[in-house]
């Protein structure tokens, strides 16, 4: 088990881009399975990308072709690039890890 924390979050608009971090606290090495989700006021968290130890990764349709997720074992750390951003993507982002407790989120939000 290890802790998480997400950072990278922030203002930005239409069209723009951010870079989320989620730092172990530990080696990631053995963990299969990481992602990251996001909840929108109101409505349910909902999984964004996922990426497992051997680097196949999964998409929610709605952000197919704009997000990737990449982890880099050596830094044990896991990232989110987001590009293009839409207002519909505000919301705050949580990385998980198999096994481990959910990180404290990180907030992002994109104006118009």
């Known amino acids: 088990q290890v802790q998480l924390v997400e950072s990278g979050g922030g203002l930005v608009q239409v069209g723009g881009s951010l870079r989320l971090a989620c730092a172990a606290s530990g080696s990631i090495d053995s963990i299969e399975a990481m992602g990251w989700y996001r909840q929108a006021p109101g409505k349910q968290r909902e999984l964004v990308a996922a990426?497992?130890?051997?680097?196949?990764?999964n998409y929610a349709n709605s952000v197919k072709g704009r997000f990737t997720i990449s982890r880099d074992n050596a830094k044990n750390t896991m990232y989110l690039q987001m590009n293009s951003l839409k207002p519909e993507d505000t919301a705050v982002y949580y990385c998980?890890?198999?096994?481990?407790?959910w990180g404290q989120g990180t907030q992002v939000t994109v104006s118009s």
């Open positions: 990426i497992t130890s051997g680097g196949s990764t």
């Open positions: 998980i890890a198999q096994g481990s407790p």
